[in-house]
Structures are given as structure tokens and as C-alpha cells.
């Protein structure tokens, strides 16, 4: 058989998985560049191992075609073992990141040659696009590698092809024929996983509200295929995921968009979300409004009508003038679901508290040998106490806990004779003052059951979350407030899990404008430290026991970096800081080409990647969101 002959027999077998355009897409793989890591520094960009140049016979309408983002495929050597072994073909793929057209005459073109002469060449370029003239113009194509080779199968007796694809780099064929994945073949490579896994049936007309996808891949957009994206939730939500874009790029609409798949196409996953700029009470009104899902707002003040309740919430620019808001928060005001959040007057302290009171006190008592062994004893008491009643450092002191440490800490002081004139004698005797802080606060909580505008305690809020409520928004924009309770949930419901190994039902802790909860360690300090540490915490080691993280932000630079590496899943949209970029780079492993990308992107659209929640692991796809705004239009105008 000639060469000829074999190439057209393998097209014949493989353009089922491959797309030529009907014809128009003819290249080849022309060289396989090494890349160079000049920058070595901790936050510099990641860059491929490989930079792949194609080119690609001109044709006027093939740059409308093509785009960024699309998933080429060139035959590697070990396709060539393979097929003395077997009728396996072995490819290697890559991402298309640039593309550009190359006129042979501007390339001829330089600033000393004849001015006229210039102007002459490059009007006549002009009308030479618009022909197909494959001797003046070229295109060219730049790829990096996905590291996977694609396995293709024609053994099949029914001569169905079978493919698979396989971890790893393998080195292409330099001058070898190049292969688009055509749309259904890129379909099944990123969704026919999570469909399988997430039991969906997107043929199934009987889809209630909208479909699972998020939204589009933005490839073939100029022809009549349309690609859906679906993730697998469950993986999303256990194993974090991150939402990362400038002002302006839809991060609160595309957030908004999620949660609204989560609750609609999971079966009990509950969310908890931390809205410090009080806007998704109206991003998520249809869901706060529909009686089948369970739900709470909780605001920072009392709001005694639907007006104040309007009032309280952010809604878009483009709805701050429209009645028709004003009717759907109106209707979710009358479910009753929006309370307010009620701050202790009188604080109980935690046993890490008065932990740490003994631990300050055994630092002043250095030199003192005796005034330590009284300490010492205080511990070891406390210790057993918190073990038999099952307290932890993060529990609320209770009666108990106070008459053992009371008890204690006096006989510490007649047992290793501390004189009643020191600090820790005067510590020691007044631990008894405690009761009386507990017994403030049950009296405020007594007074508040009395009341008819009583709001939710942090207590309170956990029995929300352990009930049957799905979604929970906690809407307050005091600094200072919202973190001390995101630090204590976050603390409680971990600490929970563990005590019980639950898994199940899955919570999302949801952490918008991230900045102020996920703070860098070097440059915070106070309860932004410990929100942070908490909030890192909770990211890795919540995965075990169902507890899930979003953290969204337009200043991924400002994060801490730990948390960050906890995400398996995240959304990038336009970053114009190339110190973001960076971070975002060197986080999670992105190239820097493909991320410089995204400066491209309008609102909604997004850079992919995931280890955990696509069809294929850590490969960047390009998307288009649904708008959310959408949702809630049709919503507002059924009121």
C-alpha cells in the first residue's frame, strides 16, 4: 500500500472523532519548541514544557473557524510501535493558545524599504483575504501540550471506533498531519464522565426549570454546534472549587448561577453563605422565594416590613429602578424566611480561652517552680473534664466545666501554698465570677424567646444548618460581625463531623469577596488572622467529612496561599494584575499563554480547569456562563 493510500485510509478511520471543517482545515505540525524557565522566583507563571507551532493551508473563512481553546491531535512516535503491534493509533494533544494569519508579502516588508512600495503591499493584502490563495497566506497556530495522548481503536468487528485517553506527554511526529477533535468527540471528552456519575439525561425533556449545564464551551461558536459543560457537583462542592475575576467580570452572577445548580440538581446538599455585600437575597430571589426549598436570610438588623427589606438588599444596576424587583423581594419577604442576627451582650469564653488564660499566667511564673506545678494540676483537671464531656477547645464553656475549674484551681493554690498576695492566686479565686456570665446569658436568652422580633443566635444558626434548611445566607456587611461568625461555624460544624464522621448531607461554605475572610497570614493580624487560619482549616480537612469551600474574589493575590491549594476546581475570569495572574498560575498550575487569554474575555466568560469535577483531569477549557440575570428576570416578571 503507498503513502498516499495508508493517509487516506487513516482519515477515513479517524475523521468520525476529528472535524476538517468540510475540507478547509489542512496543517501540520512544524516544529517542537522546548520552553525556557528563565524566572525561578516563588510566584513566577507556569509555563508549558513545550511550545508547538502549526501551519495551516490559508482559507478565508478557517480564521472565523478556528479558535482558542480548541483540542488538536498529531500521531507521536509510540503511534508508530503501536501500529506494528496493533491497529491502535496513538496521538498526542494539545490546546490551541494563538492563532494569527501570515501574508508572504508583508513578511517582505521592512521599515527601510521604499515607502510607496509599502502602502502598495499592504492594500493589496487587503483583497488578498478575502481569496483562498494558499501560495501568499499562511496560518499559523501556537499549542502547549495537555499531556494526554489519545488512544484510538479500529479492531472494533463492527467497525465502531473506540478511543480513550491516556495520562502523560508523549512526543509528536514534527511534520505529521494535524487533527481537530470535532464538537461531539470534545463533548464527550469533558461531560460523558459527569453525566454518567451524576445520573443526568440531558435528552429528557422532563428537566424541571433549567438544565444542569453551566453554560457553553466556546468552541465552534461561528458554526450550528453548540457545546454544553457539565461538572460533576458533588465533586465541587466536596473538594472546593474558586471563583477568581476582576470588578466587573460577573463573579456574584456566575456565583449566584452556581448555587442555583447545586440546589436544584443535588439531592440535599445545603449551602452557607457569607454575602458581606448583602447582594443574593435578589441574585437568588426565585430560590428564596420557592416553597419547595428550604431557606433563611439572616440580615444584620431587624426589618419589621418588606419595604425595609427591600431597602436592605443590593440589587444590580440595572434593577435598581425596576418595580417589578421590588414585587419579587416582596414575595420573598412574605415566606417569612428573613430574620436578623442577634449579638450576645455577654460573651461565654471558649475552653481555648481559658486555656490560654493558664497558658499566659505558666509564662509570667517562669522561675517559679511551685506556681507552675499549681498551673500544671489546673490542666490536668481541666483536660479530663473537657475528655469525659466530650468538649473540645472550640466549645463553650458550661456549669460544669466552670465548678471543676473553680474547684481546681483553689485547691491548686492550698496545695502548692501560693501566696494570696500573687496574680495567679487572685486568677485562682475569682474563676467562681464565670457562673455569672453564664447565667447572664441565659437570662438574655430567655428575655429574646419572649419577643417578637427575635432574631438567630450563633447557636441558633447551627440548628438552622443541622435542620432541614438547604440554603442559608447570611447577609451583613459589619466586618468584625461576620467573621466571628464564619470563624465560629466554620470551628463547630468542622469539629461536629468529626465527632460523629458524617459525611452526608454535604455542606457548602461559601466565602464571597474572599479578601476579607481568607486573608494572606503575613499581612493580617487579629481576628483576620484567625478567620483565615480557621477558614484554611476548614478547607483541609472539611473534604472528609463533607464539608466544602467557594472562595471568590477579585484579588486572588491577597489570599492565603495555603487555602488556595486546597481548591480542586476553579473559575478564571478577567485578571488585568499581572500579579494575579501570576498567583493564579503558579497556584494552580495553569499556563501562563492560557491565562493571558482571559484578558480577552467579556463578562461571563471563563477559563475551566478541574482535578475532581470535569470529564478529563486538569485540561483548561473555555467557557460561556448562563446569565443569571435571566433566572431572575423571568422570575420578577411572573410577579
Same mark, same amino acid.
Given at each position: ?278 447582594? #443574593?437575597?435578589? /441574585? ?7 416553597? $419547595?426549598? &428550604? %431557606?433563611?436570610? *439572616?440580615? =444584620?438588623?431587624? +426589618? ?74 489546673? #490542666?490536668?483537671? /481541666? ?7 466530650? $468538649?473540645? &477547645? %472550640?466549645?463553650? *464553656?458550661? =456549669?460544669?466545666? +466552670? ?88 470551628? &463547630? ?147
Amino acid at each position: 500500500m503507498s503513502q498516499t493510500e495508508d493517509n487516506n485510509n487513516n482519515n477515513k478511520i479517524i475523521l468520525p472523532i476529528f472535524t476538517d471543517f468540510e475540507g478547509k482545515f489542512k496543517g501540520r505540525l512544524s516544529a517542537v519548541i522546548p520552553a525556557r524557565i528563565e524566572n525561578t522566583s516563588e510566584n513566577a507563571p507556569i509555563s508549558a514544557k513545550y511550545d508547538c507551532r502549526i501551519k495551516v493551508e490559508y482559507h478565508k473563512e478557517i480564521m472565523s473557524l478556528l479558535e482558542e481553546g480548541m483540542i488538536i491531535a498529531v500521531k507521536n512516535f509510540k503511534s508508530k510501535f503501536n501500529n506494528s503491534q496493533s491497529s491502535t493509533n496513538r496521538f498526542s494533544l494539545f490546546v490551541i493558545s494563538r492563532i494569527w494569519p501570515d501574508h508572504y508579502g508583508m513578511k517582505g516588508l521592512s521599515d527601510s524599504t521604499y515607502y510607496p512600495m509599502q502602502f502598495e503591499v499592504i492594500e493589496q493584502s487587503v483583497e488578498d483575504w478575502d481569496t483562498d490563495d494558499k501560495s501568499t497566506m499562511m496560518i499559523q497556530i501556537s499549542a502547549i501540550p495537555i499531556n494526554y495522548d489519545l488512544l484510538v481503536n479500529t479492531t472494533d468487528e463492527e467497525g465502531e471506533i473506540k478511543y480513550e485517553y491516556v495520562k502523560g506527554f508523549s512526543y509528536p511526529i514534527i511534520g505529521d498531519t494535524v487533527f481537530l477533535l470535532n464538537a461531539k468527540t470534545v463533548s464527550q471528552m469533558y461531560n460523558q464522565k459527569v453525566m454518567k456519575k451524576m445520573n443526568w439525561d440531558v435528552n429528557n425533556n422532563n428537566l424541571e426549570k433549567s438544565s444542569p449545564e453551566l453554560g457553553i464551551i466556546k468552541m465552534f461558536e461561528n458554526s450550528t454546534e453548540k457545546i454544553p459543560i457539565f461538572v460533576h457537583l458533588d465533586n465541587l462542592v466536596r473538594y472546593h472549587f474558586g471563583i477568581f475575576a476582576f470588578t466587573g467580570g460577573g463573579k456574584s452572577n456566575f456565583l449566584s448561577n452556581i448555587l442555583r445548580k447545586i440546589l436544584l440538581y443535588t439531592k440535599d446538599t445545603k449551602i452557607l453563605l457569607f454575602d458581606i455585600s448583602c447582594e #443574593y437575597p435578589f /441574585l437568588l430571589a426565585d430560590l428564596f422565594a420557592d416553597t $419547595l426549598i &428550604e %431557606s433563611k436570610i *439572616i440580615l =444584620e438588623s431587624p +426589618v419589621n416590613d418588606a419595604e425595609q427589606f427591600y431597602i436592605s438588599v443590593v440589587k444590580p444596576t440595572e434593577f435598581e429602578e425596576d418595580g417589578r424587583a421590588k414585587n419579587g423581594l416582596v414575595k420573598v419577604f412574605e415566606r417569612g424566611i428573613a430574620t436578623h442576627f442577634v449579638k450576645p451582650s455577654s460573651v461565654t469564653p471558649t475552653c481555648k480561652e481559658i486555656l490560654k488564660e493558664l497558658e499566659d499566667l505558666k509564662n509570667e511564673s517562669t522561675g517559679k517552680p511551685h506556681y507552675l506545678d499549681a498551673i500544671n494540676q489546673i #490542666y490536668r483537671k /481541666l483536660f479530663e473534664c473537657m475528655t469525659q464531656n466530650n $468538649l473540645n &477547645e %472550640s466549645s463553650f *464553656i458550661d =456549669e460544669k466545666f +466552670v465548678q471543676i475549674l473553680s474547684m481546681s484551681a483553689i485547691e491548686a493554690m492550698k496545695t502548692f501554698k501560693v501566696s494570696d498576695k500573687a496574680g495567679l492566686y487572685a486568677w485562682a479565686s475569682s474563676r467562681d465570677t464565670l457562673r455569672g456570665r453564664l447565667q447572664q446569658k441565659k437570662n438574655e436568652g430567655e428575655r429574646n424567646n419572649s419577643r417578637n422580633d427575635y432574631g438567630v443566635t450563633i447557636d441558633q444558626i447551627i440548628e438552622i444548618l443541622e435542620g432541614n434548611t438547604r440554603l442559608t445566607c447570611i447577609s451583613i456587611s459589619d466586618p468584625y460581625t461576620i467573621k466571628n461568625i464564619a470563624i465560629t461555624l466554620s470551628r &463547630e460544624l468542622l469539629y461536629k463531623r468529626k465527632r460523629q464522621f458524617k459525611v452526608r448531607p454535604y455542606v457548602l461554605f461559601v466565602f464571597d469577596e474572599a479578601q476579607e475572610f481568607v486573608q494572606d497570614l503575613s499581612n493580617s493580624r487579629g481576628i483576620d488572622k484567625e478567620c483565615s487560619i480557621e477558614v484554611e482549616t476548614l478547607l483541609r480537612q472539611g473534604r472528609k467529612y463533607g464539608l466544602g469551600g467557594c472562595i471568590a474574589t477579585q484579588r486572588i493575590a491577597y489570599l492565603n496561599t495555603s487555602a488556595l491549594q486546597q481548591l480542586h476546581t476553579y473559575f478564571v475570569g478577567t485578571l488585568p494584575r499581572p500579579y494575579d495572574r501570576n498567583v493564579v498560575s503558579n497556584t494552580f498550575n495553569i499556563d501562563n499563554q492560557i491565562l493571558e487569554k482571559t484578558l480577552e474575555f467579556a463578562p461571563g466568560e471563563w477559563l475551566l480547569s478541574s482535578y475532581i469535577a470535569t470529564g478529563i483531569e486538569n485540561v483548561p477549557i473555555f467557557i460561556r456562563a448562563e446569565n443569571s440575570e435571566n433566572k431572575i428576570e423571568n422570575f420578577i416578571e411572573k410577579q
